[in-house]
């Protein structure tokens, strides 16, 4: 029997595909290629933002002895573990929108470029 959720699976796929965007965007060999990339990058940014506020709503609505069976006593904080999460996610979500944003003036700026299919040989003087 698989013990790895859909949900965690989807997961991981998103990490795998991040992990080959982050080897393969070292070098572009199809500049036109960036716009769209941007654009793809913006929009998953903004998913992603959407996803840790639900996580932080999700966190802010646990019920112990429902959702969990307490703590495990290690924790220096004064506040519980899932609150604490909540917090964090409401900065990761604020923070998405940010990225966002920087990425969505990137796509814009990127747009005016005249940007050739592939990379060309520099021209001699």
């Known amino acids: 029997m698989d013990s790895e959720s859909d949900l965690l699976r989807q997961a991981n796929l998103l990490y795998d595909t991040a992990r080959d965007l982050a080897r393969r965007t070292r070098v572009l060999d199809r500049p036109s290629d960036s716009y769209d990339l941007l654009g793809c990058l913006t929009g998953t940014q903004r998913l992603l933002g959407q996803v840790y506020d639900q996580l932080a709503r999700w966190h802010g609505q646990v019920v112990d002895g429902v959702h969990h069976n307490g703590e495990d006593g290690y924790s220096p904080a004064p506040e ?38 592939g990379v060309r040989s520099p021209q001699r003087l």
Not at 90 to 116: G, I, K, P
Request: hydrophobic share 55%; net charge negative.
């Open 80 to 117: 519980d573990g899932a609150a604490r999460a909540e917090v964090a996610l409401r900065t990761a979500a604020q923070s998405a929108m940010r990225v966002e944003d920087a990425l969505m003036l990137a796509h814009t700026a990127n747009s005016v470029v005249c940007w050739f299919e």
